[in-house]
């Protein structure tokens, strides 16, 4: 579907049966039906998904009584106590849908959708409601009280067309425990059964286990004779669980499988690892590779036999376990788990059937199918698990013939190879000949040293097998009363790796028989049963019954209960007291509105509802005693889990996992032993104030949390373990102020976390703690004057649903076509007078022509994929402004804009090359009849079918149709064993989708991600682009080649290549000639057919293709004379033998695609055998070569030769050379610029202080005064980001944690430096758990972009920016290749700016780039290392922020004003003081810092500010904003004489408006404001001169440029100073200048800075290169001649020399 409103359509005209919600739970076990709220209270239903339900329910029938069959309002639901009381309030919000909201401008009732866009309701809930109606009676309308059609509520503005679709992750919140996945409520509905008696709609909840991909249910389990009737029967009545069933050896073989080779074991190394792995390090042939991943994919999943886990297909990509360039491959694969799609009928069919109707190719389809067997069944894909083979052959899923097929395993069906035999087996025979991990249970490949012995730290196969057979009783334990097999025994959580070593070895070597192992094996249970622990949840592990009598929280009583059985965890859980330790008390969830409305606190920060400082520390607070809570679906996640979920954003991330450490423990870098948030505090891991607020916030939710023991504990057992202690107790009992750390946002006290949870309140429906926020409306105030004015202008409306109406400009204002923000953006633009009401007029207007142009079927173009807005054309420069007018205003027709050449061409693309003519015949055919009678060969046909794909469309030459892949399979223009390929070449068009994000990609995008093969994406990009232009999948059309640049979706570097074809770019061959072509000129050779216009390729007739037929290999003869071509191999595995080319191209050297183009190039005569001979024989020594790879150290880890290639650090023939063994790996490396790539080229290590000579290293050089923490801060984190911490005096080099322990580095800088080392050794990706670069985790908002490109900028000056995953430094091309890296980032490092320059000379007070401190340096003669040389004058001793903090405290002054007046009081105070904002404050600090200012200057300013604030802020119209008193004084434009007399009321603001000298740096000066034609006397403005063609345009620009900079553009005529945006409304300038002249603007506005934010002056902005130099100071002059500097910030001019100050 591709929006929901589409069902609801069909709907409303009676085509279907209108039903009504989910009305409650039918349970298949009992045959009973309950309501939603009792199945949640039996925990059958999540919490979450009972409410969302019931929320559906009331928007819209009303709560609904299943078993009565009665349906209530909300009110009435809650007294008949068919919902819980505490969800009342929650309901009563959600049946507003239909009772109507109201609308706080109008008091109008207005619906769901209106109240969504008027903010009344969060977007998501918003949206939920609607789907939920959509899916049930149809929209309501809660004026008329009815329901409407979708056609009609989009009429009466109470929906948006397109606004759902069925793929909306924020839909999907409905979890269904019978298949055990999220839905949408439209999917769920599809779930129900209906009751026949009532028509009511039921959820069916069973008995579910958990299969492949989804739940299964126990009847589906005993219709695949997996279980039996009487497991069946218990499982209903309860005798047996699921648990039990799953403990069934047969059962959960068909639900999980056997396990499919997961990966390889180096045996003389006992290194395991992945295959993918084994492939990179040269271990594996690809051929073999990729053979055993799409064996893994196909029976279930990819394995990790490392972490022992497992991923589907995107998962596995996402956590590198395998790369991009078999994403496609494996894609396909795992089909045969999740089903393929039938394009004849449209259903899911199984592997075996795909095979049967030619979908997949025979030879791979059997190799699946025999893994899949060979590991526990065929897979039944709709129903997730696999089968036994009758069940497989009733449902069509296998049948004897291909039974007997795979049971006869001739050399067709070995579709595997072993690599240490060199021979193709069975994928049964290659798992009989692996070893099992004792550790994980996983079957691995061997990989054998040349002894051939065994290894016997693994478990062979044949022992497997033999301990599978023998059954076993079992008496107690999870398997009391089963008979299982020895294996699954030896195999579970009663043996550890050691015991199954050891049994195994003893069995190997005749010492234990199979009876003694079995008496062994039960003694081993019974005893683990008798000693087994007691588990209980704790906050993040499984505590035991033990760890709880040693923590004194139960008795040794309690302790001897349990054992005996005479108590259950649960009943001892149930005791509040141990509860509270295990689990805790709740801390703060979220923010409760004052319209009942629940937010998460990341979310109120975002909407501004919280101060981002204030948002920060209550998250802290959640990490630091559990989790992080989503109040809303009643969530608690961890850190990572909660970026994931998008509970909170990654900007908060590493902060958030820092304050996590409070529960998971810290690290004690001096013994890597694991620590509490105390012991951290002592060690000064952690900032005392900090430590103090999240200790205080574990002591009010339950107590101080032991990190070891994962769980809360009593204060006397804190004492014991040195977790707490008397003096910090003593601090925390008796709060002052400075241990206050939280902050009650309602009225700014700050608080104790108790204190603050004391002013909460209870969620009655989760019984969560929220934070409740007191009504501060930030909303503009209309007053009745605005809203007359509103009412009384009348609008003309050409669209939508007020055309033809009369309209009033409040109807418009308050209409769904505005969101909330844009709504009060225009009320405070109004109320300010910066936009009048005929702008206002035109701006509403303008939106709602674009938004109802955009629905208008009537403006729409076919595109190839579905329909385009014309809106669409003019955004993607594919019509102009000019048609666009034309056509919304009537003048020209779609049809006219269709006859354009160029929009045909975006729109439809031109002809590909459809078809084949035959000459002198003049016979069409298709391509693939042309393949059929042997005119084209299956390659050149695909090809040619792959560009048609990819171009748009699949053509039906002869009936001149254009058909998708799907349609032209059905019409059979295409074959079935093509349709796979040519899938995947549509995607070109349709979009690839991102294993990554999940997003939709384009072509170019995906070949840059490696998804696709690049020589693949070439040939279609080229085919894409001389059809027509590169396509855009999303909207699915040709574009511009700027527009595509811009999108994204191509780039210079592949222009270039597509613009100078080698051959290798030629992708397409011309049968004719044999020659390889581009897709260009393959179009050149073509003849346009007359009655079509589409281009078809002409060849020769008849007899020409009969003697091309005779040219051309039957399969038969290839594979005949490959068998008796014998070669002889010099390397590798067939050293020294002769071998049939047959079985060389069929080994696991070559991938299935290289062995069918060797097939293909034969059968077409374009390669002898001799040449198939020479390419396979050099393919193989290549790998060979490559297979033992010289490695090298990296940063941390090592490096081989092959990756020096790939990253370009040495070229192609020294990297041969190293292959060859002609050239030591050692001594390449040994060599600039290789080293540098490797090791780097040396950070500042140390300080060398003069005259004395004395060498000391950085963070000595801070404790002794000589640099400032900030500056040792900053130079020890370059250290750690570009390798290692140094130690100068011994030349050693440590990482963060060794630099700790040998005392290098002290504890307050540990947790920064580990943070800024992860720039080394990468950061965690919390939405992929990947490992990430520093670039991309800076782009991921993991750490601050100042940061990051600091960071960044060392490691360049360093040797070059660092891949964490291949641990050593990239050439900056190769970094931008890899995504390290980015050309706006690199412009900026290679040539930063005075704000990009993050590092600081203590000499010279300058700051500086990495490269240039640097440069500073000398070297030392003896070690070679950097030291950074520092004076020791008096004059180089720089005051550091204590020092200055010091002579602040130190100074007392009497300040007669505000609340300090009659005191002494010291300076820092009144700094701290409320009056003073935190930018003033850090500014006068900064200007003392650089001696711009004196402490009596500062103590003046001061003085003024408080005088001011405290009496009455006098302000006065500055160029853009009111301008305070003080601010006047402080910037030397008024005496301390005239600010007292204008605070005390002597001097009005009447009198300093006719000051002349105040005005000319409040208002805007002279500027030159227009032209005066001398002959008429005629006045008229820059711009009307420009158009009578009195002033060329240059000079006209120059003029008006100078206006807008220097305060306003000006209309001489009317005598009116206008901003640009008002100059453009009224006419005063052409809009074409409007952009140019809003930039000159910012010279009064000011410019962003990019880099922090923060508003910056003309001056500043040119400084910073952000605009052209020439003009920045043509623009300066004019400030300078009309009066002064303007300070953008303040919104006045300032005296030269205050401009200087304020630089």
């Known amino acids: 579907m591709d929006s929901l409103s589409q069902d609801t359509e069909v709907k409303q005209k009676g085509h279907t049966e209108v039903h009504g919600p989910v009305a409650g739970i039918f349970l298949e076990k009992t045959k009973e039906k309950i309501t939603i709220y009792q199945a949640m209270k039996k925990r059958l239903l999540k919490p979450g998904t009972a409410l969302a339900l019931l929320e559906a329910q009331a928007a819209t029938v009303g709560i609904v009584d299943p078993i009565n069959n009665r349906m209530f309002p909300v009110a009435d639901a809650v007294r008949e106590g068919i919902v819980g009381p505490e969800m009342k309030e929650k309901l009563l919000t959600a049946e507003k849908a239909i009772s109507g909201y109201v609308d706080s401008y109008t008091n109008q009732i207005i619906s769901v959708f209106q109240a969504m866009q008027k903010d009344l309701v969060p977007r998501d809930y918003g949206l939920r409601l609607l789907e939920a109606q959509i899916a049930t009676q149809g929209l309501f309308d809660p004026v008329e009280k009815t329901n409407i059609s979708v056609k009609s509520a989009i009429q009466k503005g109470y929906y948006e067309k397109g606004l759902l679709n069925n793929q909306m992750s924020e839909l999907k919140v409905f979890y269904n425990p019978s298949t055990q996945e999220n839905l949408n409520y439209q999917n769920l509905l599809k779930k129900c059964t209906v009751e026949p008696d009532t028509g009511l709609l039921l959820l069916p909840v069973c008995i579910t286990f958990k299969g492949l991909r989804r739940g299964i249910s126990s009847t589906e389990l005993l219709e695949s004779k997996i279980i039996d009737k009487e497991t069946f029967d218990d499982l209903q009545k309860g005798k047996t669980t699921t648990q039990d069933v799953m403990l069934m050896e047969t059962v959960r073989e068909y639900l999980e499988g056997k396990g499919s080779i997961a990966g390889i074991v180096v045996l003389s190394s006992n290194q395991r690892m992945s295959i993918y792995k084994a492939m990179k390090q040269g271990i594996l042939m690809p051929g073999t590779t990729l053979v055993l991943l799409e064996a893994q994919a196909a029976t279930g999943f990819m394995i990790d036999p490392v972490e022992n886990k497992k991923f589907t297909v995107d998962e596995a990509i996402k956590n590198k376990l395998v790369g991009p360039e078999y994403h496609a491959k494996l894609c396909s694969a795992e089909r045969a788990v999740t089903g393929y799609k039938d394009p004849y009928s449209g259903e899911t069919i199984s592997l075996f059937q795909a095979l049967s109707k030619d979908l997949i190719v025979k030879e791979h389809g059997i190799r699946l199918l025999e893994a899949q067997i060979a590991t526990g069944g065929i897979i039944d894909p709709i129903n997730s698990h696999r089968l036994p083979t009758e069940v497989a052959y009733k449902r069509g899923y296998f049948n004897e013939e291909m039974n007997a097929i795979l049971e006869d395993s001739g050399d067709d069906t070995k579709g595997f190879f072993d690599p240490n035999t060199e021979e193709n087996l069975t994928y049964l025979q290659l798992m009989e000949r692996c070893v099992i991990d004792p550790i994980t249970g996983m079957c691995l490949l061997p990989l054998l040293n040349k002894t051939g012995r065994l290894n016997f730290n693994f478990i062979d196969y044949q022992t497997k097998m033999t301990f599978k057979e023998e059954k076993v009783k079992v008496t107690c334990g999870k398997y009391m009363g089963m008979t299982v097999s020895l294996w699954e025994l030896l195999m579970s959580e009663y043996f550890d790796e050691h015991q199954r070593r050891d049994i195994i070895q003893k069995h190997r070597e005749g010492k234990l028989s199979i009876k003694m192992i079995i008496t062994t094996v039960l003694e081993v249970i019974e005893k683990s049963v008798k000693t087994t622990q007691v588990i209980f949840e704790g906050i993040r592990e499984t505590v035991t019954a033990k760890q709880l009598v040693e923590a004194d929280i139960i008795s040794e009583e309690v302790l001897d209960d349990l054992k005996k059985g005479k108590k259950s965890v649960k009943e001892v859980t149930e005791d509040e007291n141990v509860n509270m330790y295990l689990q805790g008390k709740d801390s703060i969830a979220g923010i409760l509105l004052p319209d009942s409305q629940i937010m998460t606190i990341y979310q109120a920060r975002q909407k501004g509802k919280l101060m981002p400082g204030t948002a920060l520390i209550l998250l802290e607070a959640q990490a630091a005693t559990g989790f992080i809570i989503d109040p809303i679906g009643n969530r608690k996640f961890s850190v990572d889990d909660a970026v994931k979920a998008k509970i909170v954003g990654p900007d908060v991330c590493q902060k958030l996992r820092s304050a996590e450490k409070a529960v998971t423990g810290y690290k004690n870098p001096y013994d890597g032993k694991i620590i509490s948030l105390f012991q951290a505090m002592q060690k000064d891991l952690i900032l005392k104030d900090h430590g103090i607020r999240l200790l205080e916030a574990q002591i009010a939710t339950g107590g101080i949390i032991d990190p070891v023991n994962s769980h809360r504990i009593p204060v006397h057992v804190a004492y014991k373990r040195g977790y707490f202690n008397e003096e910090m107790n003593q601090i925390l009992n008796d709060p002052s102020d400075d241990t206050k750390g939280f902050f009650d946002p309602n009225n700014q006290d700050n608080l104790t976390y108790l204190q603050l949870m004391a002013r909460c309140v209870k969620d009655p429906s989760t019984g969560l703690c929220l934070l409740p926020l007191q009504s501060k409306s930030n909303k503009i105030n209309i007053d009745d004057n605005i809203r007359e004015t509103f009412k009384t202008t009348t609008v003309t409306v050409k669209y939508g649903r007020f055309k033809g109406k009369h309209t009033t400009l409040w109807d418009l204002i308050n209409s769904e076509y505005l969101s909330e923000d844009k709504r009060q953006e225009f009320f405070k633009l109004f109320k300010s007078r910066k936009i009048t009401i005929e702008q206002l007029i035109v701006t509403i207007l303008e939106i709602i022509e674009s938004k109802e142009i955009k629905q208008q079927a009537g403006l729409n173009f076919e595109g190839l994929r579905g329909e385009i807005s014309v809106v669409d054309l003019l955004e993607l420069e594919i019509v102009d402004e000019k048609t666009y007018s034309s056509l919304i205003h009537g003048k020209m027709t779609i049809t006219d804009v269709m006859k354009m050449d160029s929009v045909r061409a975006y729109l439809q693309g031109k002809s590909c090359v459809a078809g084949v003519i035959l000459q002198p015949s003049n016979q069409k055919l298709s391509i693939k009849e042309a393949q059929r009678i042997g005119i084209l060969t299956p390659g050149t046909a695909l090809c040619l079918l792959e560009a048609q794909a990819a171009t748009g469309f699949i053509v039906d030459p002869l009936k001149n149709k254009k058909l998708t892949v799907e349609q032209a399979l059905k019409e059979k223009v295409i074959g079935p064993q093509m349709h796979e390929k040519l899938l995947s070449a549509e995607r070109a068009v349709t979009g690839y989708r991102d294993p990554y994000t999940g997003q939709k990609i384009s072509l170019f995008q995906a070949l840059k991600k490696d998804l696709i093969v690049k020589q693949h994406g070439i040939r279609l990009l080229e085919a894409q682009i001389a059809t027509g232009g590169i396509i855009d999948p999303l909207k699915c059309l040709h574009l511009p080649l700027e527009v595509a640049y811009r999108k994204g979706y191509f780039d210079a570097e592949l222009n270039q290549i ?646």
């Open 1058 to 1703: 597509l613009s100078d074809p080698a051959d290798d770019t030629k992708g397409f061959f011309d049968p004719n000639t044999q020659a390889n072509l581009t897709y260009m000129e393959m179009l050149g050779r073509c003849v346009k057919d007359k009655e079509t216009g589409l281009f078809l390729l002409p060849l020769n007739d008849t007899t020409k293709a009969k003697g091309t037929k005779a040219k051309m290999y039957t399969d038969t003869e290839i594979k005949q004379e490959f068998e008796k071509t014998a070669v002889s191999v010099s390397v590798g595995r067939y050293s020294g033998k002769s071998i049939s080319l047959w079985d060389l191209i069929h080994s696991g050297y070559f991938t299935e695609d290289q062995r069918l183009e060797f097939i293909e190039k034969y059968r077409t005569r374009k390669m002898s055998t001799e040449t198939i001979i020479t390419l396979v024989i050099s393919t193989i020594e290549e790998l060979e070569k490559s297979e033992t790879p010289k490695m090298i150290m990296g940063l941390r880890k090592p490096v081989s030769a092959q990756q020096l290639w790939d990253s370009d650090i040495i070229d192609a023939d020294i990297y041969k050379q190293v292959k060859e063994g002609k050239l030591p790996f050692e001594t390449v490396t040994q060599h600039e610029p290789v080293r540098g790539y490797l090791k780097g080229t040396g950070s500042i290590a140390g300080i060398k202080v003069h005259p004395s000579q004395k060498v000391m290293s950085i963070y000595e050089a801070k404790k002794k005064d000589l640099l400032t923490p900030g500056i040792a801060l900053v130079l020890l984190e370059a250290q750690a980001a570009t390798g290692w911490v140094i130690d100068p005096l011994k030349n050693k080099f440590y990482a963060v944690e060794e630099a700790a322990r040998e005392k290098v580095i002290g504890p307050d800088v540990h947790e920064q430096l580990l943070s800024a080392e992860r720039a080394v050794i990468g950061y965690k990706d919390p939405y992929t758990d990947a490992t990430i670069s520093l670039f991309e985790a800076m782009n991921e908002q993991l750490i601050k972009r100042s940061d990051g490109i600091r960071l960044l900028e060392a490691q360049i000056a360093t040797g070059g920016i660092i891949d964490p995953n291949q641990s050593h430094r990239l050439p900056v091309h190769v970094a931008i290749k890899k995504g390290c890296l980015d050309g706006e980032i690199s412009k900026i490092l290679l040539n930063p700016a005075d704000d990009a320059k993050g590092f600081f000379d203590p000499n010279t007070k300058e700051n500086l780039s990495y490269l240039q401190l640097i440069k500073r340096c000398e070297k030392d003669p003896k070690t070679g290392l950097l030291l950074l040389p520092l004076y020791e004058k008096e004059s180089h001793v720089f005051p550091t922020d204590e020092k200055i903090v010091l002579a602040f405290k130190n100074k007392t002054i009497a300040m007669n004003a505000g609340k300090f007046k009659n005191k002494e009081v010291t300076l820092w105070e009144v700094l701290l003081s409320e009056y003073i904002s935190e930018q003033k404050r850090e500014q006068l600090i900064q200007q003392y810092k650089t001696g711009a200012m004196k402490i009596e200057e500062i103590i003046e300013i001061l003085t003024v500010i408080i005088t001011e604030i405290s009496s009455k802020e006098r302000k006065f119209k500055g160029l853009r904003k009111q301008v305070s008193a003080s601010e006047l004084y402080e910037s030397k434009i008024i005496s301390k004489e005239l600010f007292t007399q204008i605070i005390q009321g002597d001097v009005t603001e009447e009198n300093v408006n006719k000051m002349e000298s105040i005005q000319k740096y409040l208002g805007a000066t002279n500027c030159i404001a227009g032209v005066r034609v001398e002959s008429t006397k005629k006045v008229m403005s820059i711009y009307e001169a420009k158009t009578k063609s009195l002033l060329t345009p240059g000079t006209s620009l120059v003029l008006l440029e100078a206006q807008a900079a220097t305060g306003f553009v000006i209309d001489p005529v009317n005598n009116k100073k206008l901003s640009v945006e008002e100059a453009v409304v009224q006419g005063v300038v052409g809009s074409e200048w409007k952009n140019k002249l809003l930039s000159a603007e910012r010279a009064v506005t000011g410019y962003k800075d990019p880099y922090t934010g923060d508003t910056i002056s003309l001056f500043q902005a040119l400084k910073k290169d952000l605009i052209v130099k020439d003009h920045g100071i043509r623009l300066l002059e004019a400030q300078i001649a009309t009066g002064g500097i303007i300070d953008p910030v303040h919104s006045h001019r300032v005296p030269v020399q205050v401009a200087y100050q304020r630089g």
